[in-house]
């Protein structure tokens, strides 16, 4: 059954409404149009919204469909991309209106729009606002929930819970790291010293790199002394943005108060210091540096979602094997030497070492993932002794079995607020839906990887998790031992260029990294 059709009447009427707009441009008279005209484009842009996630669901149809039939997936795809382009048209023109019901609005619709290209449009129409009146209303939604009150309380949004606006709040933090404007320097400052949501207080540090003020740098100081002892990639940012603002470099917070206070009097943005990037945290004797795969770990806040399928029984060579592929097959599995080259005891090895290296400030969890999923804790906890004996247990007693439903278990680690990097293990492409094995499954597993992508895109807009991705993306060795080749194992090239194309794809989306092992 093919996916109902968009009616076109609706994309023609939406298009007509575009052609009568005032063209595109930047000047008083523009703006004053812009204005007059801002309800209307609002209204527009509410349509607009609502036809592009119908639109979407339909795409998401042609793709699940037993068949997918190129001709459905082109017209979906162009009533996609001509919504998108209708928004990005609209979003210009609110934006033109340059004040504060212009800012909310844009607001409104970087974290209402599910599509993460109108969502990048909507963000560089936020930073492209200059108004004293539209960056003074963003400058109040990022300043909500950091005021002092008696007794220690903070002051949310209009009578609203903090958490009900951080999403607002980080696409005014990025938009404020490009807008040049003294509005922008309290909220950044305030959110740096005193805020409480860890995705604002991150990118309002990015932001604060750009703002060459006393107020920023004081604020910086202050909170470098929060993240010193955790280390990680948050005590890289707030040092490097500290090293930008300044050109100088301390290795902790006390040393950088103490040049702060003898020359905070006297600083002159436009005379800084010659360092230009933070060195790596020094580390005490004592202190190892954890690791997974010899991939450092920066995160406190990490999850590890590991590949428990029944692909994880088979072996890959080592480097030092000079065997065929053949000879190897015929070796025992069981055998020590082999043994500790089967994926799951691989896999399983270097997350008890990394999981033994975790220092006291780290929390981490775990997940194992087939075709259902096995979480260690409902979310992270503290790298305590006891707590990561309990872990090492756990991932002991795991065992291969089952499909590949990478997207179940990326939800679950993303239902964690906390987490702040995932390292996913895999060694096979997304499979939720099994079909004839040749050409259908390969649709299938790249209607999944394809889903899986554009849900971590849409999720992922606020929380700006990382996900570093670690590939057992070779053909693997099946031990004769085991009796026949399942044919549910799948390690033709063109399969392994889904897997890897898939965990290349997801760590560049994320901003992580891929690593084949």
């Not at 844009?106 to 108004?131: I, K, M, T």
């Not at 029944?310 to 080592?318: F, I, P, V, Y």
């Not at 990382?466 to 799948?490: A, C, E, Q, S, Y």
């Amino acid at each position: 059954m093919r996916p109902r059709a968009l009616a076109p009447a609706g994309l023609l009427a939406l298009a007509a409404c575009l052609a009568g707009l005032p063209s595109l441009g930047w000047s008083d008279d523009a703006a004053k149009q812009a204005r007059k005209d801002l309800k209307k484009n609002v209204k527009r842009l509410q349509q607009v919204e609502q036809a592009l996630a119908k639109a979407e669901q339909e795409l998401d149809q042609v793709f699940a469909a037993a068949r997918m039939q190129e001709a459905d997936k082109q017209r979906a795809e162009g009533k996609v991309r001509e919504l998108r382009d209708a928004a990005g048209e609209l979003l210009v023109r609110v934006r033109e209106a340059d004040d504060a019901d212009a800012a909310q609005a844009l607001l409104g619709f970087a974290v209402s729009f599910g599509n993460p290209d109108v969502f990048e449009q909507a963000s560089r129409e936020l930073a492209a606002l200059r108004s004293d009146e539209a960056i003074g209303a963003l400058a109040e939604v990022l300043g909500q929930g950091v005021v002092d009150e008696p007794g220690g309380r903070r002051r949310p949004a209009g009578g609203k819970r903090a958490d009900d606006v951080w999403k607002g709040q980080v696409v005014v933090a990025r938009a404020f790291a490009a807008i040049d404007h003294p509005a922008t320097i309290p909220p950044v400052a305030g959110q740096v010293a005193r805020g409480t949501a860890p995705a604002v207080v991150n990118a309002c540090v990015e932001a604060a790199a750009r703002k060459p003020d006393k107020r920023v740098v004081t604020a910086l100081v202050a909170h470098l002394g929060r993240v010193e002892k955790q280390g990680g990639w948050e005590y890289q940012k707030v040092r490097q943005a500290l090293v930008d603002l300044t050109g100088e470099d301390f290795m902790t917070q006390e040393r950088w108060q103490g040049w702060w206070s003898s020359n905070e009097a006297s600083w002159d943005p436009n005379k800084r210091g010659e360092a230009k990037e933070a060195a790596t945290r020094e580390r005490g004797p004592q202190e190892q540096a954890p690791t997974f795969f010899e991939s450092t770990i920066e995160s406190n806040r990490l999850v590890f979602v590991l590949d428990v399928s029944g692909s994880m029984t088979m072996t890959d060579r080592g480097p030092e094997d000079t065997q065929t592929d053949e000879q190897y097959a015929k070796l025992d599995p069981d055998t020590p030497a082999v043994k500790a080259r089967k994926r799951i005891e691989r896999a399983k090895a270097q997350t008890i070492a990394a999981i033994q290296a975790l220092g006291p400030a780290q929390r981490f969890n775990v997940i194992a993932f087939s075709d259902s999923n096995k979480a260690w804790k409902p979310a992270v906890v503290e790298a305590t002794p006891q707590n990561k004996a309990q872990a090492v247990e756990f991932v002991s007693g795991l065992r291969d079995d089952g499909g590949t439903h990478t997207d179940d278990a990326l939800k679950l680690a993303f239902a964690d607020p906390a987490v702040d990097t995932i390292y996913l293990l895999t060694d096979g492409a997304p499979m939720k839906k099994l079909g004839n094995p040749g050409e259908q499954m390969r649709q299938f597993a790249q209607a999944e990887v394809r889903k899986i992508l554009e849900w971590v895109k849409r999720e992922n807009r606020f929380r700006g998790v990382k996900i570093n991705t670690f590939g057992m993306d070779g053909p693997g060795v099946w031990h004769g031992k085991w009796g026949p080749r399942p044919v549910t194992l799948p390690t033709e090239p063109e399969w392994l260029a889904i897997l890897s194309g898939f965990v290349r794809e997801l760590a560049n989306l994320t901003g992580g990294t891929f690593k084949s092992i």
